[in-house]
């Protein structure tokens, strides 16, 4: 079994596809059914955000596990297979983890080193589990993932190697409307990226922060920990907030148009002389395109916000680099331990097939000399135990070492030809060990899950 990546981002797609091939709701579990269902996968999980889809799978077969991947993203998206595949990227095995890895470093967002993803892929991690997609090879890379993820934000300050989409976004608007502090904003949202823009407009010394959200009391929350002047509206209300606000940042998960170019004309926006800036954060889109043709009006979407890209590269080059040493290194580490414990399962067996035959020995030794009395038989089993280990420990111990290189799983099929082991036996202990992992992982899964209740949900983390 290998793992295989397929999929989409800003970096390989047009926003236009992107929005049609992002997963959310009930869609995304019946997608991650549909995978983990298809010929020659095993194990899957899909990390959605507003910047990218990709399905991170276990396959028996390359080619096999990659057209089921790029035809179910296809009929999902409604996107002919024909046109999806220019935009799609695939990655395996070693590939495949590194570019897991660096998705969780920041390192392929389109703001370089922002930290929301890490949320994403948890969700991602956490939804395979809820939905019983995820096998041992998948819950083992996705949770190291988030370890390296954490290890490079610690380590590299890569954090600052960009800056947020929010700030990048919110950059654009003061070139619009020229200083943030004395703006009056509104907050269509109250996710992480909404929260996010909402405090940045705090620090920032906007005059006022409307929130709106379809859970009130959520946006509630979010207006009362701001530091200025600051109130939340039911989204009935969100005409009359458009028309008062300067400033307009969306981002929900709604499926359909939150802004239109026809509210906003309705509440004079356009024919009152004044400037106003929409930021759009959302995928699908929040805001309809056509707002910008209105007299006075800017509105920035995630296209526009690609151009600004090039002044974050240039900042923190050596964070960057630093946290793309942390991902090389990880990965070799995590490889070598995946090929070391591959091996195992046969070593077990190996020991085992040596312990069966000491026993049927010893056995046979008792029927000859009925007369020994149960201290030479201790005497003379301990004796032979010892031998046999001693004769075993070199080339386990070896063959683990030598299996955790590259191509290292041909020294278990080695030991199985040389000591003739019955196929089926490392098989058997390999499944027995994923049994008790998985009853493992599930209880850890159900401690950490039970240590986050106590900490308030966060909505569209990367958006």
Do not use: W
Not at 283 to 303: N, S
């Amino acid at each position: 079994m290998s793992i295989l990546v397929v999929g989409l981002s800003h970096r390989s797609a047009p926003v236009a596809v992107l929005e049609r091939a992002a997963v959310a709701g009930d869609d995304l579990a019946k997608l991650l059914h549909a995978v983990h269902d298809a010929p020659n996968i095993a194990e899957s999980a899909i990390v959605s955000t507003c910047n990218r889809v990709e399905i991170y799978a276990v396959v028996d077969k390359f080619h096999g596990g990659v057209s089921a991947i790029s035809e179910l993203l296809a009929l999902h998206s409604g996107v002919p297979l024909d046109d999806l595949s220019r935009h799609l990227y695939v990655h395996y095995e070693e590939r495949a983890v590194q570019h897991v890895f660096a998705v969780a470093c920041g390192l392929e967002s389109m703001v370089v080193g922002e930290g929301q993803i890490l949320g994403q892929i948890r969700q991602a991690f956490k939804l395979a589990q809820d939905e019983g997609t995820l096998g041992r090879d998948l819950h083992d890379v996705l949770q190291q993932s988030l370890r390296v993820g954490k290890r490079a934000h610690h380590e590299t300050g890569i954090d600052k190697a960009g800056a947020s989409l929010v700030s990048v976004g919110l950059d654009v608007a003061v070139r619009h409307l020229g200083p943030l502090d004395g703006v009056r904003a509104l907050v269509v949202g109250a996710g992480s990226m909404s929260s996010l823009a909402a405090a940045t407009l705090s620090r920032a010394g906007a005059r006022e922060v409307v929130v709106a959200n379809r859970t009130h009391e959520r946006a509630v929350r979010l207006a009362e920990s701001l530091d200025v002047p600051s109130r939340a509206v039911e989204l009935s209300a969100l005409d009359t907030a458009m028309a008062d606000a300067d400033l307009v940042v969306s981002c929900t998960g709604a499926a359909g148009l939150v802004v239109t170019a026809g509210q906003l004309t309705a509440r004079g926006v356009g024919d009152d002389g004044r400037r106003r800036f929409f930021l759009d954060l959302a995928l699908p889109h929040d805001i309809e395109l056509t707002v910008r043709d209105l007299d006075g009006v800017e509105l920035a979407g995630l296209d526009d916000l690609r151009t600004e890209q090039e002044a974050a590269k240039a900042i923190g080059p050596a964070a960057v680099d630093a946290a793309r040493r942390i991902v090389c290194e990880e990965v070799e580490a995590f490889l070598s331990a995946a090929r070391a414990a591959a091996v195992a399962p046969t070593v077990v067996a190996l020991r085992s097939m040596a312990a069966e035959v000491v026993d049927a020995e010893l056995s046979r030794l008792t029927g000859r000399l009925p007369e020994m009395d149960d201290r030479d038989r201790r005497e003379i089993e301990q004796t032979v135990r010892r031998v046999v280990d001693k004769l075993l420990h070199a080339p386990t111990v070896r063959v683990k070492e030598l299996a955790s290189a590259p191509g290292g799983d041909s020294y278990a099929d080695a030991l199985r030809e040389l000591f003739d082991l019955d196929p089926k036996a490392p098989e058997a202990v390999a499944r027995a060990d994923v049994n008790v992992e998985t009853v493992n992982a599930r209880a850890a899964s159900a401690r950490a899950v039970s240590a986050r209740d106590a900490v308030p949900a966060r909505e569209g983390d990367e958006t």
